[in-house]
Structures are given as structure tokens and as C-alpha cells.
């Protein structure tokens, strides 16, 4: 492949492991289709001006500072876990559980005596995340013992084998099965549409990544929201209008019988329950609810 014709062919990092089904879905949402091939990690996509590379999020942000990948998804807390110098494009709020930023926490055994970070000065702490911990810890100045942990960190305070733990959690339900408790909130984190300074100063991918970001938050922002149409008489619009909420000013056009109007909004999808029984009430006829993908 020429020089040329690279630079017409972005590089798209796809994260592997818990994140990827709900990369892969968001993707789909706002309009490409990522198909898997078993054991293979690099992904077919319906756009000829991409190329898909599946890698763990631990390792994405160095792919993309090092020119590997031009863009990726991965986490702001491997990010700065790796210290990599890369163009943070945007915040894409989403993950495996809910649509919400997960944390990084200091959890301690439900029966010690550990009540601050503080309480930890000269103790093991057991973690993934051992760069950031480490900097944490002696900003904080608190000298600890920082110790990588390969996975099943919960158990190492279990099985006496660290004083502390700093893990992952949306919840907080995992760690408190595990007998554990919550001490101190390190960090809270998301996913981040990150690009390569290089790749960012290129037309052509600069463009290529604006757009894919431009359609995943318009996907994102989607999420829990409906539309809603209905026709509505006339002399009714003050109270159905008092009772719309909507993202923007609904849309209001006339019928053929000029005594109704046609209304459309975009409204949360927890209010309809609640909502589309009042509009009925007061008059509102031929109520259609539809699914939204993509709300830019």
C-alpha cells in the first residue's frame, strides 16, 4: 500500500475484553457494523476508510501514542496509568454495567482498623493500576508498598497476601460481597475517544475521527430518550404544551383538517409511562412511540 493511499485509511483501535460488546454495540448504533471472526484481531467494519484492530485497554493508549493505531477507545485511568501523550477527543460515557464513569477505590478488610489512606503508611497495597497508585500514595505522602496484581485482586486482602487493595468498581457490589470495605475514592474514570498527535494534524483523519466522534455521542445521547408523535386538537395546544418536555421546542405542523395539529418531541423514555396516558386524556390521538439511535 503506497504512502498515498494510507493516509486515506484510518486505524481504529477497538477495545478488547469487558468494554468490547458494548464498543461494538455503540458502534452499531451510530452506523458501523463490526463483525468478530473467532481468534482473530482484527475485526471486519462496513467502511472502506477504516481498519479495526482489537487490544486490551491496559495497552490502547500506547498503540495510539506510538503511531500503531490512530484512534482508540480506552479508559482515562489507563491513560494516565501509562502516562501516554496522546489527543484526549472526547468523553464517551459508557461501559459494561451502566452509562455512568466507574471509580478506582481503596478498600480495606470489612473488620481492619484501616479507616483513611493514611491509616496505610508501611502496609502492602495490591493493584492493577500500579503506576497511578504509586504517584497517588506519595502525592499523598504516605510511603506503601505497590504491588501488581494479575486479577482476583478482592482476594488478596481475603487471603492476607496485601493490607489494601485498589480496584474497579461501578458499584461497589463486588467488593463489598468480597468482605471488604470502601476507604477512599482514587479516581473516577470513563471511556475517551483518544487520537494520535500525528494522526490528529492529518485532514483526512482529523475529519475521519471528528465524525466518528460527532456519531457516537450522537448515539450516546440517545440513549434513554423516545420519540414521540401525536395528533392533537387545536383548542387543546396550551395544555398539551404545558405538559411536553422536550430536548428541543416540539415540532408542530398542520393537518388537512385544520382544527388539528401534528406534534413530535423527543422526551425521556421514563416519563412516557406517566406521560402518554395524560395527552390521551386531554384529547391526543394516533400516539406513536419510536426508538431514537442517534440524537446529534
Known amino acids: 500500500m503506497s504512502d498515498n493511499n494510507n493516509n486515506k485509511m484510518l486505524k ?3 477495545p478488547k475484553g469487558s468494554l468490547q460488546d458494548a464498543t461494538i454495540a455503540l458502534f452499531e448504533k451510530s452506523g458501523w457494523k463490526i463483525r468478530m471472526h473467532h481468534r482473530n484481531y482484527f475485526p471486519e467494519i462496513n467502511d472502506p476508510e477504516l481498519t479495526c484492530s482489537m487490544c486490551r485497554a491496559q495497552e490502547m493508549s500506547r498503540y495510539v501514542e506510538s503511531g500503531t493505531l490512530d484512534c482508540g477507545l480506552t479508559g482515562k485511568d ?4 501509562n502516562e501516554s501523550d496522546v489527543v484526549v477527543v472526547s468523553d464517551l460515557v459508557y461501559s459494561k454495567v451502566s452509562n455512568r464513569p466507574a471509580r478506582w477505590v481503596l ?3 470489612a473488620d481492619s482498623p484501616y479507616k483513611r489512606p493514611e491509616d496505610l503508611a508501611g502496609k502492602k497495597i495490591a493493584t492493577e493500576l500500579v503506576n497511578f497508585t504509586k504517584q497517588y500514595f506519595a502525592g499523598a505522602g504516605v510511603p506503601v508498598e505497590v504491588e ?3 486479577g482476583a485482586t478482592e482476594a488478596k486482602v481475603v487471603e492476607g497476601l496485601a493490607d489494601a487493595i485498589v480496584e474497579v468498581t461501578e458499584t461497589g457490589t463486588t467488593i463489598k460481597a468480597h468482605g471488604l470495605r470502601i476507604i477512599s475514592e482514587l479516581l473516577l474514570t470513563n471511556t475517551q475517544l483518544i487520537a494520535n498527535k500525528k494522526s490528529w494534524e492529518d485532514p483526512f483523519k482529523r475529519r475521519k475521527i471528528e465524525v ?5 455521542q450522537g448515539a450516546l445521547c440517545a440513549e434513554g430518550l423516545v420519540g414521540l408523535k401525536m395528533n392533537v386538537p387545536e383548542e387543546k395546544m396550551p395544555q ?4 411536553l418536555p422536550s430536548l428541543t421546542s416540539p415540532t408542530v405542523a398542520n393537518l388537512y383538517n ?3 395539529l401534528s406534534i413530535e418531541i423527543v422526551v425521556a423514555e ?3 409511562r406517566d406521560l402518554i396516558p395524560k395527552l390521551h386524556d386531554l384529547g391526543a390521538e394516533g400516539i406513536i412511540e419510536y426508538a431514537l439511535n442517534k440524537v446529534i
Open 270 to 272: 421514563g416519563t412516557v
Open 78 to 81: 489507563w491513560i494516565l496509568e
Open 212 to 216: 466518528l466522534n460527532m456519531l457516537l
Open 12 to 14: 481504529l483501535g477497538i
Open 107 to 109: 478498600a480495606v478488610a
Open 148 to 150: 501488581f496484581s494479575w
Open 258 to 260: 385544520k382544527n388539528w
Open 240 to 243: 398539551i404544551m404545558a405538559l
